[in-house]
């Protein structure tokens, strides 16, 4: 893959993800389901542009306010 297909395709995940928070209540707290979640979404979003299997490794970071 190229650099520009490789910018393209992060830019798709990254709006996939922004998006699906968006519609997400983070107050939960449940960490292992955000990132199930964030996985599932990250791997179907890349098999449709690439159309292979990607590995996802989610990592979930509390930031403290």
Known sequence: MYDA???KIVEEGTK?????LSKMDLKTG???ALK??????????FFRITERKPV???I????EK
């Open 36 to 45: 199930a979640h964030l996985k599932q979404l990250l791997v179907t979003t």
């Open 16 to 20: 996939a993800v922004v998006k699906s």
């Open 56 to 58: 996802i490794i989610p």
């Open 5 to 7: 297909e490789i910018d």
């Open 30 to 32: 449940d960490k292992e």
């Open 60 to 63: 979930v970071m509390e930031v």
